[in-house]
């Protein structure tokens, strides 16, 4: 009967080890899916983009050239599998040339 009890709790703790590992896989996987999402785009991947994650949720920070690229880095990491939510906290500051008036000569 002690013995039973013994192998109870062991196989108890190793579905915690298990249940663990799994957490972390799934954790890893997501910031590499996340990581190639902010990457494949070249208009995303020359800028300044940082991501963390925390329970399925992407925070988004750092500094991007312009609105649209803003908006398009949520909406590429917003379509990975895995994402529940996106928090755009990204900056925009336009780049010298962009922040100049065309002049007419």
């Known amino acids: 009967m002690y013995k039973d009890r013994v192998n109870f709790l062991r ?4 579905r915690s080890i298990m249940s663990q590992h799994i957490a972390f ?4 996987q997501l910031s590499e899916l996340v990581k190639h999402a902010i990457s494949t785009s ?8 940082q991501y ?5 949720q992407v925070f988004l ?8 690229v ?6 590429s990491v ?7 939510q996106v928090h755009n906290r990204l ?8 922040a100049e008036p065309l002049s007419s000569h």
Do not use: F, M
């Open 91 to 98: 900056t925009v500051e336009p780049t010298q040339n962009e």
């Open 61 to 68: 920070t750092g500094i991007v050239s312009s609105y649209y």
């Open 52 to 56: 963390k994650i925390e329970q399925e």
């Open 11 to 14: 196989s108890l703790k190793y």
């Open 42 to 49: 070249s208009l995303i991947a020359n800028q300044n983009v």
């Open 25 to 28: 896989d799934h954790a890893h």
């Open 70 to 75: 803003k908006q398009l880095a949520q909406e």
């Open 78 to 84: 917003s379509r990975v599998d895995g994402v529940r």
